[in-house]
């Protein structure tokens, strides 16, 4: 089976592991500063974001795109967390990979 590295599926266009490694600290700094505990972000975190990005990364993004990315990172969220609700499924740290019977799969 030809399996393509995660980067195949993760990451489009601009997108890239460094923007979203700043993008998840910033969010998660943003979130400890404010007290913030509201599922949505307020638009400030999207600009200071974009912002973050652009320092660190030199790509110029729009409020939409973060808010996009930040929509997407967290559907990936949800099904990597329903997956491990399945009987039989485990998240192997070391590895980096889901573990699961075959009749999970």
Known sequence: MDIHPQEAYFYSRKWDHEMDTVLVDMIMRMKGETGWVLKEFPCYFHMIA????LEKTAVLLTEEEV????AVMHC????FK???TQVGTV???PSKSVIAADSVW
């Open 76 to 79: 990936r969220y949800r099904t």
């Open 82 to 84: 329903d997956m491990l």
């Open 67 to 70: 808010s996009d990315r930040l």
């Open 50 to 53: 974009a912002y973050q990005i």
């Open 91 to 93: 998240w192997d740290l």
